[in-house]
């Protein structure tokens, strides 16, 4: 009977009277009688965890939630946060008594404190992500499709005829002793271990400092690691559906960014099964650095290069390599080979196949003539990233370059284009890393400038009484204050905006597919931020950054001139008081 009052209340159009309302709030406490009857052990971490969602998720942080009242840090955070997002999910959903709001309304009136009061550090978390839910809440639902998933678990639950619980414990201690004993034949590099139950992906670089080695992930593919080029990535998923339990093992010869450069690694894989399914259900596996090996046979094959042979090479390095082709380094002119073998000069630059009329600011070419060694950068064209490799060479008495790139995925390069968490997740662009913020450099936008001429908005930010920091605690302290300010930058946008330090003090904000007035207020959620971020050892220092911003002003440098104007403007305009975003 009171769970038919409660569908009754429910589904009332209208406002709820004290009596409706009291039966409503009865169904927390309804839920967790249900739960109980169920009869499995109160002391599984499972059935606790939904014993604390159902009876508390509508408790309050202020102690004015129900059934039971609780208040603070007594509410279990498992509650707290399905708490806020049942309000959100009330909030943006149609309901028989109300219609929807749009996602910007739902953020605000949480934080507002208009739907109930909030852990603090919970309405920074939703901050944080409010961006990212955007995303998934209108995102393709079928990214996000289980049925598969849970067609395995229940066809091996009814073939084994016992509950899924057991069955998982049994399954994770098998695939921890194949972990054991695959990566006991692995030692060092890469190592990642991927888990089609939980779809996450985890990985151990034993390269990488203590405190960066590791590092977990949710996929939505499971390429999102960012570690494989489309091409490769395609290849290695094809020859895993290949797998089968008696033979599971994959090996193949990549390149994967490490350390801001591409090196060639042997990649081992071995598919893991269960007994009763038909599908791999993990995946453990290793890259192993052979890129001196790889340069080695390079040297091998450039040592013995003559106009003989030289076709030979360039039509084999073709099977790898999208461009593979002979530069003249001093002219940069194409140079192609003959029929006979004689070295040819084209018409063509090479500079032309990335969309230029005029030599590269950081031709490689050229570069390559100083040293011996491989010369590397990234070019774009067509919004696809190239990685190119250089290396002088001499046939038969002509100073040539053989240079040889392969592009990118284009969704790789988008993901990590000013990720929060992108020198972590795709150490290929720490080329054009700032080694003190992590922010991009200056070179970053000098190279790529083409590609963000179509960006809707443009900010400068100017960090106000850098020098007085310096003067007073020295540079050591200076240069903390940029990382924090430059952290809390990062932490504010999206993984689709891009920041740069474009100058000592001076960062520079790119905002792509954002509104007019999503975007001023954008800045001035920035600068709060700023203000209300310490110097955890030096709490008496004060924060704060001036702050100018254009909306779609083109081409990039009259953005930026325009932006930079504003700045001063405003910084000059509110010296001795509260600044504002300029508009």
């Not at 399914?277 to 453990?284: C, F, P, W």
């Not at 000592?504 to 954002?514: A, M, P, Q, V």
Request: with cysteine.
């Amino acid at each position: 009977m009171p769970q038919q009052l409660c569908g009754a209340a429910l589904n009332k159009p209208g406002k709820l009277d004290p009596e409706e309302w009291e039966i409503m709030k009865s169904h927390a406490a309804i839920g967790d009688s249900m739960l109980s009857a169920i009869g499995m052990q109160q002391s599984e971490t499972l059935m606790n965890l939904a014993h604390e969602i159902c009876r508390w998720h509508h408790e309050r942080w202020d102690g004015r939630g129900y059934p039971d009242g609780l208040k603070g840090d007594e509410i279990p955070i498992s509650a707290q946060v399905v708490a806020m997002a049942d309000v959100y999910d009330a909030l943006t959903s149609e309901r028989c008594y109300k219609k929807s709001f749009d996602h910007a309304t739902a953020i605000k009136m949480i934080t507002n404190g208009e739907c109930g009061a909030f852990n603090p550090l919970l309405i920074q978390c939703l901050l944080d992500v409010q961006d990212q839910l955007f995303e998934n809440m209108h995102t393709d639902p079928s990214r996000f499709d289980y049925r598969q998933e849970a067609k395995r678990l229940s066809d091996e639950m009814l073939e084994q005829k016992e509950l899924m619980p057991d069955n998982r414990a049994h399954g994770l201690l098998i695939f921890e002793q194949k972990k054991t004993e695959f990566f006991a034949e692995q030692c060092g590099g890469i190592q990642f271990e991927f888990d089609r139950w939980t779809n996450t992906v985890h990985l151990k670089d034993w390269n990488a400092p203590v405190d960066q080695r590791e590092k977990s992930m949710y996929l939505t593919e499971w390429n999102d690691v960012s570690l494989l080029s489309e091409k490769d990535w395609l290849a290695m998923r094809e020859k895993l559906k290949a797998t089968t339990p008696e033979r599971p093992e994959v090996k193949m010869i990549v390149q994967i960014p490490v350390n801001g450069e591409y090196r060639w690694q042997r990649l081992t894989a071995k598919s893991l099964w269960t007994t009763k399914y038909k599908n791999y259900a993990g995946v453990l596996g290793r890259f192993e650095d052979i890129q001196d090996e790889m340069v080695r046979r390079g040297e091998d094959a450039l040592e013995k290069c003559s106009e003989d042979n030289i076709a030979h090479l360039l039509n084999d390095l073709s099977r790898v390599f999208e461009v593979v082709r002979l530069v003249n380094p001093k002219t940069n002119e194409i140079l192609e080979l003959d029929k006979g073998g004689k070295v040819m000069t084209t018409p063509m630059h090479c500079y032309e196949i990335w969309g230029r009329s005029e030599p590269c600011e950081n031709c490689v070419s050229s570069r390559s003539l100083e040293g011996k060694e491989w010369v590397t950068k990234l070019e774009m064209r067509d919004r696809q990233m190239y990685f190119v490799l250089s290396k002088h060479i001499n046939v038969n008495g002509h100073t040539c370059t053989l240079e040889i790139a392969s592009h990118e995925d284009e969704a790789e390069v988008a993901r990590c284009g000013s990720d929060n968490d992108a020198p972590a997740r795709s150490s290929f662009m720490n080329f054009y890393r700032d080694t003190l913020t992590g922010t991009y450099t200056r070179l970053y936008l000098e190279n790529f400038q083409f590609n963000l001429e179509s960006a809707d908005a443009v900010a400068i930010v100017d960090v106000d009484l850098f020098k007085q920091i310096n003067d007073t605690y020295g540079h050591p302290v200076g240069d903390e204050a940029l990382k924090t300010i430059a952290n809390t930058i990062r932490s504010g946008i999206r993984g689709s905006d891009t920041l740069i330090r474009y100058g000592g003090d001076e960062f520079l904000l790119i905002f792509s597919k954002i509104g007019e007035e999503v975007f001023y207020e954008r800045l001035k959620q920035l600068r709060r931020a700023v203000q209300e971020t310490k110097l955890p050892d030096y709490p008496e220092v004060k924060l704060d950054v001036s702050l100018g911003g254009v909306y779609r002003v083109h081409p990039l440098s009259e953005a930026i001139r325009q932006a930079d104007l504003c700045m001063y403007e405003n910084k000059a305009k509110h010296a001795n008081v509260n600044h504002a975003a300029c508009r």
